[in-house]
Each structure stands twice: as structure tokens, then as C-alpha cells.
């Protein structure tokens, strides 16, 4: 079975511009979650769609927006990026959410805002 | 917010030395996890343990939990080489149909050849 897959691995985009940025979750795979990696934060929670909707949201402006597609597909936006966005953002899937939320994560697409 | 507090945050050890890592988290939870990230990669899920749980193994890994304490350890035995990563601790809780997953900062351990 495939892993999960995440588009592009590098991006490098200057202040202001705006990023989309691709997850396939496993096959099956409902739900997708998204986070954000720094060094200083460390993983920060941005957002889970499940069937279409997103269950959770963390703390993180309007800039940062996601959603997800019937085939289970999930995108998330960053508009007007900031040099503070800079990140590795990871993807992750599990089969269901509840008490075996085990997350599958792709290997991440690093953003650099210049 | 951070939920999980790893300790120590960095770990040097010899091949064939075991690793203790920690855990500490501030509110109830379900279940805890641990994951492992090699450098710049993506987290693979290690071992999960359910909040009446108090001690799991998989392999090399040993995981115990102390709700009265609220803290979580991760015993690594014999290590290698390969074991050589970031390791986190990921406190689950859920709330009717919502769930969450929430990751401390880590820990960066290097096992010596």
C-alpha cells in the first residue's frame, strides 16, 4: 500500500506571494491532518478534514486555510506568506479518527518564504 | 500549546546502551503515543498506549504511563546506530466525535557507533 504522499517536497516562494500545497493519504484513509514543523514551535496542530469537513482547527490565523476532496485528496493554502511561515509542513492520515488516531505522515513539503 | 513535555530534550548515548526518554502532559488524556522522525522526514508511529494501560512492549521499546503522575517514559534497549532521531511524545484526547493529537517538541537522541 502506498504512504502518503505530499506535493511538492521544496517550495520557495517570496513574502506576500501564496503556497498550495498537495497530501494523498493512504488509500482508505479518511481523515488528514495537517502540521506545521519549526524549530522553535516544534509540531503545531493546523487543521483535520474528515469526509469533507474539517473537524478541528488549532491556532493559526485565517491565512492558513485547508480542505479536502471527496477522494479523500487534502490541500491546504497559505495566503500572503509571511518569512515566519517558513516551515516543514507535514501531512498525516489515519483510518479513522477516535481512539486509534495512529497518524501516518508523508515526508513533508518545506517551505522557505524568502 | 505544547500538551507533552519531552525530558531531556537532547540524548547522547554508545551503541548498545539503552535510551530513557520522558514525558510529561498537563490534562487527561486517552491514550499516549510516541513517534519517531528521522532527520527532515516524516513521523513514524512507534508504539500507542491507552490511559488504563500502564506498561507496553513492542520489540526494543518499552513504554510505561502514569496517569497519577501524568507522565509517560519510552525505554529504548540495546540501541543502534539507526536509532539515531528525533523522538515525540503525542498526548490523544477525544471529545465526542472530535478527536486530538497533540505533539510535544521532541527529543534529538544520537547513539554512537
Known amino acids: 500500500k502506498a504512504g502518503v504522499t505530499q506535493t511538492p517536497r521544496y517550495l520557495i516562494k517570496t513574502r506576500g506571494q501564496q503556497v498550495t500545497l498537495s497530501c494523498s493519504p493512504i488509500?482508505?484513509?479518511?481523515?488528514v491532518s495537517w502540521y506545521q514543523q519549526t524549530p522553535g514551535q516544534g509540531l503545531q496542530f493546523l487543521f483535520e478534514y474528515f469526509s469533507e469537513t474539517q473537524r478541528n482547527k488549532g491556532n493559526f490565523p485565517g491565512r492558513f486555510s485547508g480542505r479536502q476532496f471527496s477522494n479523500s485528496r487534502s490541500e491546504m493554502n497559505v495566503s500572503t506568506l509571511e518569512l515566519g511561515d517558513s516551515a516543514l509542513y507535514l501531512c498525516a492520515s489515519s483510518l479513522v479518527a477516535g481512539e486509534k488516531n495512529i497518524q501516518y505522515f508523508g515526508a513533508g513539503t518545506r517551505l522557505s518564504v524568502l | 500549546s505544547q500538551q507533552g513535555e519531552e525530558d531531556p530534550q537532547a540524548l547522547s548515548i554508545q551503541e548498545g546502551e539503552n535510551a530513557t526518554m520522558n514525558c510529561s502532559y498537563k490534562t487527561s488524556i486517552n491514550n499516549l503515543q510516541w513517534y519517531r522522525q528521522n532527520s527532515g522526514r516524516g513521523l513514524v508511529h512507534l508504539i500507542l498506549i491507552r490511559s488504563n494501560e500502564r506498561e507496553k512492549h513492542s520489540g526494543r521499546l518499552r513504554v510505561t504511563l502514569d496517569t497519577s503522575k501524568k507522565s509517560s517514559s519510552l525505554l529504548i534497549t540495546a540501541s543502534r546506530a539507526a536509532d539515531t532521531a528525533s523522538y515525540f511524545c503525542?498526548?490523544?484526547?477525544?471529545?465526542?466525535?472530535?478527536?486530538?493529537?497533540?505533539f510535544g517538541k521532541g527529543i534529538t537522541l544520537s547513539v554512537r557507533p
Open positions: 503525542a498526548t490523544a484526547t477525544y471529545t465526542g466525535a472530535n478527536s486530538k493529537l497533540t
Open positions: 488509500s482508505g484513509h479518511r481523515s
